[in-house]
C-alpha cells in the first residue's frame, strides 16, 4: 500500500519552520549544557546580538524556552532562557544531529564530544524501536500510514 500524502500538511515542514535554522541549533544545544544567560550563549555560539535576540524571541514565542528574571546585585533585572518540556522533546533530534555529523564529519581526530550516562559512564546510544518492543533498524522496516490529521492527496 503506498498511501500519497499532501505536502501542506507535514509535521517535518511546521517542525524545521521553527528550528531549521542553524543559529536555533546552537542556541539549543547551549541550553540542553546548561547556558541560560544572553552573554554566556552568544559567547558559547557566535551569534551575532541581533541574531540571538531574534532566536530567543521566536523560541519563546513558540514555547520552547521561557524567561526566567533574574538580577545580579546592583544591575538591572535580566532574562535566564530555560528549557520548556516542549524544548527538551528537540534532545534526541539534537543527538541524532550530533551522531550523525560524529559518524560523518569529524575526521580522524574523531567526535569533538562524547554523552555519556551521568550514572554509570557509558557512551549514550539511540535506537527506534516499535510499540512492541522490537528494534528498527531503519526506513526500509517503517511502513508510513495515514494519522488522525492526515491530508491525502486527492481527498
Same mark, same amino acid.
Not at 500500500?1 to 517535518?12: A, E, K, P
Not at 559567547?43 to 526566567?68: F, H, I, M
Not at 550523525?100 to 550516562?117: F, I
Not at 518492543?133 to 481527498?155: Q, W
Given at each position: 500500500?503506498?498511501?500519497?500524502?499532501?505536502?501542506?500538511?507535514?509535521?517535518?515542514e511546521?517542525?524545521? @519552520?521553527?528550528?531549521?535554522?542553524?543559529?536555533?541549533?546552537?542556541?539549543?544545544?547551549?541550553?540542553?549544557?546548561?547556558?541560560?544567560?544572553?552573554?554566556?550563549?552568544?559567547?558559547?555560539?557566535?551569534?551575532?546580538?541581533?541574531?540571538?535576540?531574534?532566536?530567543?524571541?521566536?523560541?519563546?514565542?513558540?514555547?520552547?524556552?521561557?524567561?526566567?528574571?533574574?538580577?545580579?546585585?546592583?544591575?538591572?533585572?535580566?532574562?535566564? *532562557?530555560?528549557?520548556?518540556?516542549?524544548?527538551? @522533546?528537540? *534532545?534526541?533530534?539534537?543527538v541524532?544531529?550530533?551522531?550523525?555529523?560524529?559518524? *560523518?564529519?569529524?575526521?580522524?581526530?574523531?567526535?569533538?564530544?562524547?554523552?555519556?550516562?551521568?550514572?554509570?559512564?557509558?557512551?549514550?546510544?539511540?535506537?527506534?524501536?516499535?510499540?512492541a518492543?522490537?528494534?528498527?533498524?531503519?526506513?526500509?522496516?517503517?511502513?508510513?500510514?495515514?494519522?488522525?490529521?492526515?491530508?491525502?492527496?486527492?481527498?
Open positions: 500500500m503506498n498511501v500519497s500524502f499532501r505536502v501542506d500538511n507535514c509535521s517535518i511546521r517542525t524545521l @519552520d521553527i528550528v531549521g535554522e542553524k543559529w536555533t541549533f546552537l542556541v539549543l544545544r547551549e541550553a540542553f549544557g546548561g547556558v541560560r544567560r544572553f552573554a554566556d550563549m552568544q559567547a558559547a555560539t557566535g551569534a551575532p546580538r541581533q541574531v540571538l535576540s531574534a532566536r530567543l524571541a521566536r523560541l519563546v514565542d513558540e514555547g520552547l524556552l521561557r524567561k526566567v528574571p533574574y538580577r545580579e546585585p546592583g544591575q538591572r533585572q535580566r532574562d535566564e *532562557y530555560r528549557l520548556t518540556e516542549k524544548g527538551r @522533546d528537540l *534532545y534526541p533530534l539534537l541524532s544531529l550530533m551522531h550523525w555529523g560524529d559518524k *560523518y564529519l569529524s575526521g580522524e581526530q574523531g567526535p569533538p564530544v562524547l554523552l555519556t550516562h551521568r550514572d554509570c559512564g557509558a557512551a549514550i546510544e539511540q535506537h527506534f524501536r516499535c510499540a518492543g522490537h528494534e528498527v533498524a531503519g526506513p526500509r522496516e517503517v511502513t508510513p500510514l495515514p494519522g488522525s490529521g492526515a491530508a491525502l492527496k486527492g481527498a
